[in-house]
């Protein structure tokens, strides 16, 4: 794994260390990290213990990588633009939950349970033999998760998002409490664009080595709260024939994951979840939901400007970053684009 | 004063212990603090002192209060519907936060700086010989201040709307810390209906004692945030004609109080104030701002769902409730519908 | 159970659902959920879900108790000075995490690491043919259960604590929000002269039927702090025999639980851990230590005023509240005091 | 001014900017903002507006600063070690809040209300033509201006404090709000020492230029709490003779100021206040009182261990820091020891 020092570096780990499928085999960070243990370099944040048998693993050298089937990157966006095409040249698949390449012409931006079939830009990427795949921002995630169903059925015409995201979305050090406690900042540089151009490229389709976006707007407007991990989006849709919030409610809570048969080990029972009673949901009861890959949908309403409204929240770190990229490897795996069982995993 | 121990009703206290035109004569609250010491029966949350003169106050019984030119309630809604209106029988004018009669067809729910000119609807009440004015929901005060300079400009069409709202907003206890810290609650209970349907009232016309409102939707998302004061409200609008993000913040800094001329002691210079420079307007920087009485919009921008979108906060205790009702005393004085000078206020 | 609904009955609820030993056949609250589904008495604020099971259960009278093994008790202190009594004269075991009768002369208060041998005060009882148990404090647990390795190996003298106290230490809805975000508040009533007078019963003896309290005094200072679980007890303590902190540091670190040998199902593998790098033990990386049951010491130093001082976090409604009452229960069976196995409890 | 784009720096400009003693001349800071006007220079955090006459000034480079007749220092420890004898050797007197040279052996470590007569010790200093005065740390003046009534009544033999420190102390960044957040951190780095050292010079004697601290030992343990601004401390006291709690909250409120007639503009009319209702002092409530100047004590009990215990509360940004610094140079000035009327400050 690369970046693994980092809060989504963590919980990579952790997901990986006893993971069925993949076997942590190296670790690499910044050259600041290089050669120390990674118990050592690490400011672990998780209230789980650390693994002694990772900590004791000596962080490597990103450019040294080359002896695994999956490398997971958790870079930051700078770095990974530049480090993770070479690395795919090197012959090695690259899973990332950064966003530098995520809008890339011929690299699939991924979440299984809505846009499976984008793997076959695979075979059209030109980093070498190697490739890359990519998740959504942590936002998106939750948007898209709980859009999907709604575009199934009625279609998308036009979306109005708000979010009230948690700290955890800005890493460590991140956001300084001075700016944050008891307070909101309405405004998370970069959110924005990717929100509003993510969710059509997952919703989208792909031909002949070419992705067709969806044709919807999306307005989005994001705050920072002072909440640990979950962000919530605040939505507004306006479908493309109309549909009662009853209607939206069984669409939602009808679906069901269309790689349900592959049993990928980090995949929830229900990748969407519909809540109605109250205040719900919350990043506090709601954001654990299935190990924090569950996204939670509640406030399900008619909407008196657009045709429905509701509120949808997801685990940023993991659902929206960590558990992301492993599900997104499990379904490489399970789809033979991985090399063999007991895959070794950087 | 009648609700007087409650958070509202401590900001008017304090409010009006200097007045400059009103006179705090007598308080009242529920016959659970009748008969005692105010400084006895409050809970002061204030960090400023209780003045002692103040403190020695009896709580009186609501019932009795009749020797004075205007009473503030800050009551709970149902005994507001009660009583208000038995005052107003006994020839008084009220001057109420509550939301009962805020949306009676001969109650002026008013903000000085948008309609004073509601107030010809005084001499269509049926109140006996007393009046009843209003102040609008704490949030609704945010979104209309700001939507005031557009409306005049473009026309309003449709608004969509997501608040971030201070547990200051649900009083003394109010939110349980166990359901707030580190936690968002997507919903207050009765919020969005006065979202909904207030500012509509207040950028309406009056005619002959008839209301007619604005006729334009607006869809509110609500909710509750870790933040003391300060509700922050995340608005997209459809302009009656197009105006880019430009053309918007200029006639939002052009904006000046038409009722400056009367020099209302509570009024600040400038009812609404954009600051366009990163994440502003933040409840922690910008509530206080001009004894929190303006309004702060920031994040002005196009929007490629509707035409524009905005931050506003407002101060939810003082420009959404305390220091609201005592601008609208300060109205109805100015334009002589209460009594003589050196008013006494209850 | 009785006292289901508040915050400990419900921990106890997810204790006791799956118990090993335990079967849990009956709830019961306070008349205003009688003859309630116990799902719709209940306001439940764990993350992990309620229980389908449970949820079904109906919430009945107190009184009417009478057909289990075990009651475990999480009432107020008043109605538990009351009821516990009586249940006990009905020839029921009750274990008890309310305050009312932990200092009673013939009730033990019981830490199975600490003081097991207390147990025999039950053959002196005088509640009938039952008998009742109780447990500490929440914040005298992690006071006592670091002190207890001291106390055995150079005994005590005096002892300062002043505590950082979680606000789930005063259930739901406890503490009001705008009494506690951003702010700490020097003075959790009651609290104080638990933590100066239990620690002695603890650490004391029993002789026929007396207990024969530890000598030394404590002075307690709480503060309440906007942190949701874990409470923190800062120590000073001055010893029988003087000890350096590396001695202290061996003895709480080698430190194992004289009852290990039970296999009690709730008992942590260690009961006191030492960590000592930087500023830890903290409420968020350390009280969910096994299962919230192990109380973690830190910043173990030389006073420079008394002996020795140290930060120790006990979770507080685990190891101080639910994880004590089920692990109390544990001992019961174990030292057969309980009746048969597949024990029913309420 | 110098170090004047930190959070204290900016608390000192706010401070002298409408002094009526002093007149901001000249801003510094690093060399990163040197240049610049200090309004983009400074990521201004205080929600009164930076006036705009100090954001149209330029930041200079420290070593240029030398037309004034004190120079406030709020640089960071390091630098302050250096450069603080360097602008005292060019004939400057330098007021500083940074810690390098409070323990200096001719340095005055100085709260007027305490240890006024200190100021003597800088005719003793071999700083060239210049002179160095430092306050003390932020949770030092809370502790030492609550003991100084009880130092002078009873005398004090041993104290033991446990703080709970906000985290504006840390500066800005500071305490990532990860960290902090729903969390306490029961380490401050280099605190402890500062707690344990300076009470003893403040309330120490000086004679022929010599320093003879008290003698009494300090035992602090130190947290950081999600508070902003103001840090409290937990007190236990050993006193010289015997005294209950209510002659010592006798002592604690007829204390006044011994320097009360030098009319020190930024001097609070009290600098210890007592309050005995409740949960008092609370850093919402009790922070500002008198601007931040007057340090709240609350709580004053016997205690079962020493004689005396009770809680303080000070603004640590304030009377902690910036204010305290402010004082400490209108006593140079009243006492003779600046240059002419209308001083120009750094």
Redesign the interface.
């Known amino acids: 794994m690369i970046g693994a020092t980092g ?1 989504v570096g963590q919980r990579l780990v952790r997901r990986l260390h006893d993971h069925p499928w993949f076997r942590l085999t190296a670790l690499a960070a910044s050259s600041r990290s290089e050669g120390k243990r990674y118990g050592d370099a690490v400011h672990w ?3 789980t213990a650390l693994p002694d048998s990772v900590a004791e693993m000596e962080v490597r050298d990103i450019r040294e990588i080359d002896d695994c089937d999956v490398v997971f990157s958790a870079l930051g966006s700078s770095t990974a633009r530049e480090v993770e095409p070479l690395l795919a040249q090197r012959g090695l698949m690259v899973v990332s939950n950064a966003s530098a390449l995520r809008m890339h012409p011929r690299v699939p931006l991924l979440i299984p349970e809505v846009n499976s079939d984008h793997l076959d830009m695979l075979d059209h990427q030109n980093f070498g033999s190697g490739g890359i795949v990519t998740n959504p921002n942590c936002s998106t995630v939750g948007l898209v998760l709980s859009l999907k169903p709604l575009a199934d059925a009625f279609g998308i015409e ?3 998002v ?1 979010t ?1 995201q948690a ?2 979305g800005a890493g ?16 998370i540089p970069g959110e924005e664009e990717k929100l ?1 151009t993510e969710p059509q490229k997952l919703l989208g389709t792909t031909a002949d080595g070419v992705f067709s976006p969806a044709r919807f ?3 989005a ?1 994001t ?6 991990d979950g962000h ?1 989006v ?1 939505v ?1 849709v306006k479908l493309g024939r109309a549909a009662s919030a009853e209607e939206a409610r069984s669409v939602i809570e009808d679906f069901r994951s269309p790689v349900a048969d592959l049993d990928l080990p980090s995949a929830p029972l229900r990748p969407v979840v519909a809540v109605d009673e ?11 939901r299935e190990n924090g890959m569950t996204v939670t949908v ?2 399900i309403r008619d ?4 045709d429905l ?1 509701y ?1 949808a929240l997801v685990h940023n770190t993991e659902r929206g970053a960590a558990g992301a990229a492993v599900l997104n490897a499990e379904l490489l795996a399970a789809a033979g684009r991985l090399g063999g069982a007991n895959r070794r995993t950087t």
Do not use: M, W, Y
Request: charged share 15%.
């Open positions: 809060t944040l998780l209230p036009a979306v109005q708000t009230l700290i955890s460590h050090p991140g956001v300084p409490s001075l700016d944050i406690l008891g307070n909101t900042l309405p405004l509003e707007p999306v307005s407007q705050n920072r709260v002072p909440v640990v919530l605040s507004s109250g205040p719900r949901p919350q990043p506090k009861l709601d954001a654990d509640g406030r909407c008196p400007v657009f409204r509120v």
